[in-house]
């Protein structure tokens, strides 16, 4: 019971705290929409070539906006003692990132729901096609925030380095990407297998990135 | 009650300090002094448990800590050097995060009165408070947890006179509740029943 | 027996035994590899004499692979059972294995121009084995990019272990990728001739790398113990 309402507590602190910080995330989707308008502008607005990328330009793009939150994940909290009070108030480091996954999860990911149908819009893609990327959006933004908290626990006391956090969630997305594309872009036969890898991928990043996570975080901890 | 046995450190091949022993029981304060860069600080954290000594134990009513890690933090508050009060949030939400938090029984009556002593403004958010009112906020914690054994690390820094006479009373106040105290300081504060200890006396240079 | 793999000290002793003959092993397989991938073996009937390129192109994909094996399990003995040999093993094998990738894939290119007309060619086996030359940089600069290295190679080990979780996973999707985008080629990087004649040298040239491979190792652990034995 104690340990539910100190979870429920960080959850209802990180809420506030997000909410008073909300050009963060503003700016983020900014990032979004701009790159794809970069992407008009060095491509050309030629509709057939963009029928045949634009899904591919989203989720690229999806890829880089999750490269500029990694930071947030736990470099503040690190830094000011947070987590060291959330391990003292009895959590273990793996509910600890259970949480974080899920509220950077929830204002990280969550608002490119509208924005991803605003994007496509723009790119002139089939309706159908919108609702299919948004399905599989749903099952690849939790594989992205697994991947930035992997990278996020363990940049954490790189002061040197800065692209190293990036070209870590990059070069793990590399099937996430290949797959999330592959869905919207395949025939109907092709959808329902690579749904199903997809969603294992999933799983297999949730079960790796709480143990990955919390053993970067304590390692970090014991070398302030 | 807090015992430690045959404690040593090593930073990158280079020994802090070693052959540390002491105990510190209800109603009983241990000051850590020594000069800057000796290690104070690292030897709270080591006793908080986030950091690990190269040799030694620390047994917390008997049982060794890193078999008991629970029972210890719920009886322990750590305070170090920096705040972990959120900018964003206002002295009452900070204080009561912690609260729900470390799932106290704190009255809100109380903190009410606590902000009044401390003369805080509940309502200022704590990025626009001075450094010594975050120092007395993050104090507040103390207050809070209710916990036994109290680890601090430099309380003193950045307080003003009033502010350092409320802490010594609210430190002898502790003691007389059985609590303990283990904490660093720079300064010599007066306090009842303290011993103290000083670090140059283990340190390896 | 284990503990030569695990210990410094015994793996100093033994690898001062084994260092002379497995210079000559290496050098004579080496030398027999060439003439039998050279001389002594068949010509493809579709490829002609650039199928050779295969005798080095492959073994060196297989010891790229085997490299990070070898580093993903001395990464877990040194972060489960803390024993710091395995990270000494990590940093000396991470060159290692990029340099054995760079040459699967500077042989692909060189075997893709003649085939294909040009230097570089987006095939299942060529894209994984680019993808496997980025992990080991990532893990060289990961290393290097903590100013307490102590703290860098133990999560440079996570690293590793993360990595080779996905390389699998990796592999499978860029196949899939391949055989999405580009039905009508079949790849004739990813398949070697199982003819006996064209097998010999391929498991002679594999032998010889893996010696060769294996003495740069020893040297690289040598020089890494008696760099960290100066350091205290």
Redesign the interface.
Known sequence: M?TI??I???F??EY??TF??FNDIFTILVFFLLGILIFVFSIGPNKEIFNYISIGIIWTLLLLSTNLSINKFYKNDF????I???????LSFEVIVLIKLITMWVFFQLPFVIIIPIASLILDIDTEKILLNLYVFLIGSPILTSLAS?SGS?NL?????FA?SS??IM??S??LI??SV?IVS?TPE?IEP?LN?LIG?LF?FLA?TPW?SA??IK?????? | MLLVNNLSFARNDKEIFKDLDFSVGPKRIIHIAGRNGIGKTTLIKILANILIPKTGEIYWNGKNVKKNLRDFFKNSTLIMDIHTSKSELTVFENTIFWKRLFSSKIKQTELESIFKILSLNKNSKAGFLSKGEIKKLELCRLIIEQKKLWLLDEPYVGLDESSIKLINETFNNHIENEGMIIFSSNSQPQLKNMDTIHLENYANN | MIKVFINPDKFEKFSNIIIKPLFLISFISLILGLIFSFYLSPDDYQQGSTVRIMYIHVPSAWLAMLTLFIMTIYSVIALVFKISFGFIVNSALAPIGATFTFICMFTGSLWGKPMWGTWWVWDARLTSVAILFLIYLIIIFLRKSFSDINFGEKITAIFIIISSINLPIIKFSVDWWNTLHQPASISKLSSPSIDPSMLRPLIIMLVSFMCIGLLIAIIRIKAEIIERKQKI
């Open positions: 104690q309402n100190s429920l507590a960080i209802y602190r506030k705290i008073r910080n830094k000011d003692g947070n060291i009070l959330f391990y003292m108030s009895g992997i363990m006391l790189n002061n040197r380095n190293i070209i870590i070069i793990l590399i099937p290949i797959f592959g395949a092709l690579q890898i991928i297999l790796i990955a053993a970067c390692i970090s901890l014991r070398n302030i």
